[in-house]
């Protein structure tokens, strides 16, 4: 649905300027998008450095 028409659906939508709301709108469904994205890839890094960081343990470990 263009921002345009949903705009038009509520009357506390058309209290917002239709420039502003269409930044909002799509704003907010950019983030639905990306929002998968972002979680993998903080999920790939958190891996990555907890993978680092049990193997500088073990190391550890082993040296003692």
Known sequence: MAPSKLR??????????PDIFCVRVHAKKRKQREQTFWI???????M????KEAAELRKNRAGI
């Not at 038009?8 to 300027?17: G, H, I």
């Not at 990555?48 to 993978?51: F, G, K, P």
């Open 40 to 46: 993998a890839k903080r999920n790939k890094t958190a």
């Open 8 to 17: 038009m659906m509520q009357t506390s939508y058309q209290d917002f300027p």
């Open 48 to 51: 990555q450095r907890h993978l």
